[in-house]
């Protein structure tokens, strides 16, 4: 008997801007949808995977949340993504519906045209690809490059290509989506979340649907089941690269100008830290930290000696939230973990001098 295809739904937006919050409220309200979630993370703590386990889930439990740790999404598309695809597919009890989340620095046009590949394609489809956008960070500027500046610069050195990683990457997630949510609009008032919008409308050439979120609540029916079948639309969801290497070749020039791929801009590592007795005044100093070096996110645990329970450090920017998430188990190293995540031109040394220091 021919079966259906599974619809798949990726979940794509910049670091930070609320897509774990969103599959983790999805998970609550899903109804009896038996949901298998791939998550993929930049940084090697696996924090996501956590968060969701923790919440306890009866449609997606440990065994349906699966991590693809091996770097980023987009570009292990064939080494990672696929053969994970495949196993989960041979799996006895399909699920209903499966659920990507990419990592925040992901461009999803390599993950979605992997959709086309003839062992997927015959068996599920994208039902719709889904851009969470932080309509905090975007009503700060944080995606807008200043064109002018970069102008004048081009114009004292020609060779410089320039664009603004943050700006393309932002643009290209916005550029694949059938569903834009605009979440954390509490920290907008109306004509913070207006100007939000006209600026994500005036990005893209698509005309996808905009809603708007506060703590990632998007109801799963609007979530799930857009039926958008995006795998089959993927020429009209070019990416800024995929542009530039079609003009390159249009116009005979050889590849070496361009420059690489969006996510070599950006850089992450992980740090064991001590015990912290006082949480609120470390979350100060590294709000400092992070203020003074341009961390774009820092996430983890923090072991707080007395405490039963594990605290989960959350800073997008400078906006840190920490709560505590579940109590460590027996047997569990009870230990600080954070994953920091920022641009590759940063002077590492001074960033984890700066985080250790913060403990
Ligand atoms: N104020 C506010 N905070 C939010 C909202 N949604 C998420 N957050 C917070 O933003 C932080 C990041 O949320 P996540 O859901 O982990 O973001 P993410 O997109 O999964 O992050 P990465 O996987 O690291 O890219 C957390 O501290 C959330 O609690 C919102 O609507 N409003």
């Known amino acids: ?8 739904t990726v979940i794509t937006g910049f670091l930070g801007a609320g897509k774990t919050t969103i599959i983790r409220n999805m998970l609550m309200n899903a109804g009896g949808k038996k949901i298998a979630l791939i998550i993929n993370e930049f940084g090697d703590l696996g924090v996501d995977g956590e968060v969701l386990k923790g919440c306890g889930a009866d449609n997606c439990t440990e065994d349906d949340i699966i991590e693809l740790t091996n770097g980023c ?23 209903d519906h499966i659920v990507i989340e990419t990592s925040g620095l992901a461009l999803p046009q390599p993950l979605v045209a992997a959709f086309n590949w003839p062992d997927i394609r015959t068996r599920v489809t994208v039902d719709g690809v889904v851009t969470v956008v932080d309509s905090a960070a975007v009503a700060a500027g944080r995606f807008a490059d200043d064109h002018d500046r970069v ?3 081009r114009e004292q050195d020609a060779s410089l290509d320039h664009d603004s990683p943050l700006e393309e990457l932002f643009e290209d997630q916005l550029t694949c989506a059938d569903l834009i949510v605009l979440n954390k609009t509490d920290l907008l008032d109306g004509e913070g979340i207006a100007a939000v919008r006209s600026e994500v409308a005036g990005r893209i ?21 857009l039926g ?4 089959a639309d993927i020429e009209n969801r070019k990416s800024h690269h995929e542009l530039e290497h079609e003009a390159a070749h249009a116009s005979g020039e050889g590849h070496d100008h361009l420059h690489h791929h969006d996510h070599d801009e950006f850089e992450s590592f992980a740090l064991r830290l001590p015990a912290i007795s006082d949480p609120a005044a470390f979350v100060e100093r590294l709000r400092s930290v992070i203020e003074a070096h341009d961390i774009l996110r ?24 920490t709560y505590f998430d579940r109590p460590w188990a027996a047997g569990e190293k009870r230990e600080t973990r954070l994953v920091v995540i920022g641009l590759h031109e940063w002077d590492f040394a001074a960033v984890v001098d700066a985080v250790e220091k913060a403990a």
């Open 1 to 8: 008997m021919l079966q259906q295809k599974i619809p798949a």
């Open 228 to 231: 958008a079948g995006s795998e």
């Open 298 to 321: 820092l996430k983890g645990f923090v072991d707080v000696p007395g405490k039963p329970m594990r605290l989960v450090v959350q800073a997008v920017g400078s906006r840190i939230d």
């Open 73 to 95: 999404i987009c570009c292990t598309v064939a080494d990672d993504f696929v053969p994970t695809m495949q196993r989960l597919l041979e799996r006895d009890e399909r699920p």
């Open 205 to 225: 050439n698509r005309r996808p649907t905009l809603v708007e979120a506060r703590n990632g609540e998007v109801p799963a029916i609007v979530l799930l089941g």
């Open 151 to 153: 102008d004048a610069m």
